[in-house]
C-alpha cells in the first residue's frame, strides 16, 4: 500500500502574489487595448476591423475582470458583503456583463460587412474555409442577445438583494 502524504496549504502571501499577478495581467492588457482604441498609443486605422469603441469594450472588459480578480483576492466574503464593496462588485459586473454584449451584439447587429471562418478537425485533419456573413451574424447576434439577457436578469436579482440587505 501507498502512503499518503499530507499537503501542506500554501503560505497566504504566495495564493496574495498569484492575485496580483492575475490582475496586473488582465488589467495590463484591458488597459492596453483601450489605449490602443482610443489613440493614446497610435495605431494605423486599416488595422482596426470594427469601430474603436467596440474594440475598447472588449478592452473593459479584461480591464474590469482583472479590477475584480484583485477585489476579490484582497477581501473576505465578509467584507465583500458590506453595503460599499457589494454596490461595486454589483457595478463591476453590470460594466463587465454590458461590454462583453455589446461586443457580440455588434458583430451580430452592427452595420458593414463581416468576414467569417470555418474550420474542422477530424483526427489530423483539418480543414478552413469562409463562413457564411448570415450564419455568422446569426450565431454572434444571438449570443449576444442572450448576453445582454442574463445581464438583465443578473441586474435585477442582484440590484433586489442588495436593496433588501440594505432595508
Not at 53 to 77: D, Y
Request: glycine share 12%; aromatic share 16%; with cysteine.
Amino acid at each position: 500500500m501507498s502512503e499518503s502524504k499530507e499537503v501542506k496549504p500554501l503560505p497566504p502571501w504566495v495564493s496574495g502574489c498569484v492575485v496580483l499577478i492575475m490582475s496586473l495581467s488582465f488589467f495590463g492588457m484591458g488597459l492596453f487595448i483601450m489605449l490602443i482604441s482610443f489613440d493614446v498609443i497610435p495605431t494605423p486605422p486599416e488595422n482596426f476591423n470594427a469601430p474603436r469603441i467596440v474594440v475598447a469594450a472588449a478592452g473593459l472588459v479584461f480591464a474590469l475582470a482583472g479590477l475584480m480578480i484583485f477585489l476579490g483576492g484582497s477581501f473576505s466574503e465578509e467584507e465583500m458583503n458590506k453595503p460599499f464593496l457589494a454596490w461595486v462588485w454589483f457595478l463591476l459586473r453590470l460594466a463587465v456583463m454590458v461590454a462583453f454584449s455589446s461586443v457580440f451584439l455588434w458583430v451580430g447587429f452592427g452595420p458593414g460587412e463581416r468576414e467569417f471562418q470555418t474550420t474542422s478537425s477530424f483526427g489530423g485533419i483539418t480543414s478552413t474555409g469562409e463562413g457564411s456573413s448570415f450564419f455568422g451574424r446569426f450565431l454572434f447576434g444571438g449570443a449576444g442577445a442572450l448576453f445582454g439577457l442574463v445581464t438583465l436578469w443578473v441586474s435585477y436579482a442582484s440590484f433586489r438583494k442588495l436593496i433588501q440587505k440594505s432595508l
